[in-house]
């Protein structure tokens, strides 16, 4: 029964025009960043390395397609839980504004098989997203700009990635950004599940992840003993892929934090959704 | 008989607001089962309890012979429903949403069964369209459809006509019969409407402020036997001067100048032939069988 629901859920999900938003609007932006570089890409650069080539001398083409990548999911990643929310956000609000949830779960089916099946059906959308940006940006990047070394300019270090590293990376990128992801899906879903207007829980996941990044970003004392336990601290981890050496204990400490944080999510998703009665 | 719904002195509280309170009632095998109250009455609940949509507070459900609690998806396999309006998918079809709740009702159902109940429930020829483009009328036949497509023993329709116009409610009210008649269900009805009831249920239950007052056969429950009749006369007071104690047990009130009786409908004559001996002027004769003047009290409270 569960795949028959999934096949159901995946179905209304790519029925409804804003689900294509997302994809669009990457589409959009992947475009515009890249055409952009393409025609003043040089001068970009040399503003970005000015101070560098006056002590280091630079050679070989650093405006290559991993650059273009870096720098695109760089800005776009952070636009992604929006796009996201808008379709997880109401997928059981989205049902119980339209009545459809009374339809729903009055059929032999369990509610935790419709949690399952919206959760799966979440996830895929959200990975396809992440998918379409990695694959577009990459894709693109490398059509255009050729393949070369990456070089990542950090506030106190450079770090060169052999180019011959650089897909395996980008590939990693995309997984933790699927997982950070997936944070933002199960809070959506879990406001979701408080609600029967599916406008709150995308609002309000929206201004949570505001509110945590400002409070992330700002370096005052008190904010700093919390930034550990926020999840968007975590959900920018993926870059850490691109130092070296890697701090792979500071990224797996960032997605053991993140699971942390999904498990608990769906868990209050799974026990509200549960209990609820049904009065939409 | 055998009993499809038993209801076990069922209770829902929201807070301190008690919407339904220890109902109890029976449902039998092939029954068109009215369940008739106010606005606010508790049938919703109620009627939502026996769909496990809402958990009851205390009390047991049992639907055809077992616990709700412990057998809901063995259960639900054999429900269809509409309740309160019937929502669907609008950006899809009517075909696309059948489709789809079909394939959740735990049956598999052929395209040609789904072409069948489009057919029977009068939308052929719409069936592609999109049903943000329905009315009302085609969307709670669209309802009907619904709770029609895996051929459920028992049909559960919470205030079917709402909204729908004359002949909507006709063909409702015609389709439930043949569902009835033709295919062996058993249908719980609920509406604010007596008449809708007496028209289509063989049994019924009245309930008020979430407790049952009363429960039985509908010919029985409105029976001609016990009719509240109104005389209207020039003048009440001296109308009942002048009848000088006659019927003076059946009588039971004064509104307006309207006299009230209660009594039975082969009681009228003689009261009529008596008021025309005393030489009062009868301006009018209506009658209410007692429980649709009760109802309607109670419909008046609420509105």
New interface residues.
């Given amino acids: ?1 569960i795949y ?2 999934l ?2 859920e995946l ?2 999900i790519f ?3 804003r689900s294509y938003i997302g994809f669009v609007a990457i589409a959009i932006l992947v475009f515009i960043f890249q055409l952009a570089l393409y025609v003043d890409g040089k001068t970009y650069l040399t503003f970005l390395i000015q101070q560098l080539e006056s002590n280091f001398t630079i050679e070989g083409n650093i405006l290559n397609g991993y650059l273009i990548t870096y720098i695109i999911l760089q800005t776009l990643i952070v636009q992604m839980p929006l796009m996201v929310a808008l379709v997880t956000g109401d997928l059981l609000s989205g049902e119980a504004s ?3 949830m ?9 509610r935790a098989s419709i949690i399952t099946a919206k959760l799966i059906g979440g996830s895929f959308y959200t990975l396809l997203l992440v998918i379409w940006l990695g694959g577009l940006a990459l894709g693109f990047g490398l059509w255009i700009f050729k393949p070369g070394d990456l070089m990542v300019l950090s506030t106190d270090h450079i770090s060169i990635i052999p180019a011959a590293e650089c897909l395996w990376r980008f590939f990693a990128a995309c997984v933790i950004a699927f997982i950070s992801l997936s944070v933002v899906t199960t809070f959506s879903m879990m406001l979701s599940a408080f609600s029967d207007n599916s406008i709150v829980p995308i609002v309000t996941t929206m201004a949570v992840i505001i509110i945590f990044t400002i409070v992330g970003t700002l370096d005052v004392p008190l904010f700093n003993n919390i930034k550990p336990f926020l999840f968007t601290t975590h959900m920018i981890v993926w870059q850490k892929l691109f130092q070296d050496p890697l701090p792979v204990s500071k990224i797996i400490n960032s997605i053991v934090i993140m699971f942390a944080y999904i498990i608990t999510f769906l868990s209050i998703t799974y026990y509200r959704f549960i ?1 609820k ?3 939409s | 008989m055998e009993t499809v719904i038993e209801l076990n002195k069922i209770s829902k509280s929201f807070g301190a607001f008690k919407a339904v309170d220890e109902l109890s009632l029976e449902v039998y095998k092939g029954d068109v089962f009215g369940f008739l109250g106010p606005n606010g009455a508790g049938k919703s609940t109620t009627m ?1 309890m026996m ?5 009851p507070s205390s009390g047991s459900i049992k639907i055809f012979g077992k616990e709700l609690n412990t057998h ?6 054999q ?1 269809g ?1 509409i ?10 079809s009517a075909e696309k949403n059948l489709l ?2 079909s ?4 049956v598999s159902i052929s395209k040609n069964k789904i072409q069948e109940v489009i057919e029977l429930v009068g939308l052929k020829g719409r069936e592609k369209d999109k049903v943000k483009t329905y009315s009302h009328g085609m969307k709670q036949r669209l309802g009907i459809a ?1 709770t029609l497509i895996h051929d459920p023993a028992l049909i559960i329709l919470d205030e079917p006509t709402t909204g729908l116009d004359p002949q909507g409610i006709i063909d409702i009210r015609e389709m439930i019969l043949r569902l009835k008649n033709e295919m062996g269900k058993t249908i719980i009805l609920s509406s604010h409407i007596l008449s809708e009831i007496e028209l289509v249920a063989n049994r019924m239950v009245i309930i008020n402020r979430g407790k049952q007052v009363a429960q039985g056969e509908v010919t029985q429950l409105l029976s001609t036997q016990d009719l509240i009749l109104s005389v209207e006369v020039e003048d009440g007071k001296t109308a009942l001067q002048k009848l000088n104690g006659y019927k003076k047990e059946k009588f039971s009130s004064l509104e307006n100048n309207t006299l009230k009786f209660s009594l039975s409908k082969n009681e009228i004559p003689e009261l009529v032939s008596e008021l025309n001996k005393a030489g009062i002027k009868i301006y009018g004769i209506t009658y209410r069988r007692a429980l649709e003047e009760y109802f309607l009290k109670l419909t008046h409270q609420y509105n």
């Fill in positions: 029964m028959r629901l096949k159901v179905y209304k029925s409804r025009p339209a009545g459809t009374r339809l729903l779960a009055t059929k032999p089916i369990s209990k009665d049904i009065l | 939502r769909l496990s949509l809402i958990k809901r998806n063995e259960i639900m396999r429900i429903c309740i309160e309006k019937p929502d669907f998918y609008l950006y899809m789809l709740f394939k959740l009702s735990g619904q």
